[in-house]
């Protein structure tokens, strides 16, 4: 792969930080990545940009509220002063569970804020520089996006929303050269999940679930979105790729264990 120009959002963690480093390793011997890095923890945002500089790339941190309207397009003004950009990955993101009926209208309002407003003002903020390049815009959904999951509050309406958006950028910007996709992550473990795993039997009852046995790693979930961002994904767009490990293909309470000669009790 090229020298790579690209926006990652939510980078000061989990997912964000897993692609931030994925696309400096795989710019490493080619001229070296250029990346845009968002997130509101700062500190965090340096250790990380100073990491990847260690590795050839060049990082700005740009720390900011992305629930905020102005924040997208100063990431954007950001990428031009670096000369470009090719690709983005708007993977920030958060949140607030619970159920329907006690939720929050601020709650409400902050997640579609994060989740569908903030990738749709980038996208716009991004359009002109991924013109030029024929670049690839990445959305981080989850298969929360496509299958209810309580009590996910207005989380699974957020991604539901974020993964339409991606197929109305897909096709209003296809005329454009511009790819757009979301990476439906599965179960992931992040700082963002970090808690819930370390309750007792959490992490066994949930692996026992996947069927290729483990939840996922930031990892797993990047090097699809590399996937998507690269040349080898050059007629992909409009798609949503899932990366759960198998999950959101089983029903009922699927258990990898499961023998034909002793069905689940
Ligand atoms: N971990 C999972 O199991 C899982 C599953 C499906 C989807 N996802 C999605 O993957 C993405 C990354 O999640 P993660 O698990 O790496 O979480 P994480 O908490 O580890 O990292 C998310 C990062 O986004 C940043 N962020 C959150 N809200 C922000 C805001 N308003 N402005 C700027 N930065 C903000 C956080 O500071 C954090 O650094 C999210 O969109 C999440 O919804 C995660």
Redesign the pocket.
Known sequence: MSAVRAIV????????RAIALRLARDAADHGGARLVL????GD?LQVLAEELRQMGAQAVPVV????QSD?PLALAQAAQAFGGLDAVAS?????TFGLLLDYAIEDWDKIFA??VRAPWLLAKACHAELKKSRGSFVI?????GTHATPPGGAYSAS?AAAIMLARQLAVEWGPDGIRVNTV?????L????RDMYTRPGVLEQREARVPLGRV?Q?QD?ANAVAFLMGPDAAYISGTDLVVDGGLVNTLMAYNRSWKIDQPPS
């Open positions: 959002t939510g980078a000061a963690r989990g997912i964000g968002s997130d509101m923890h965090e900011g509220d992305l629930s924040a993977n920030a993101g958060f949140g994060v989740h981080t959904a989850s298969i929360s991604k439906s992550p599965g179960m992931t992040t700082p963002l999940t996922g930031p979930i």
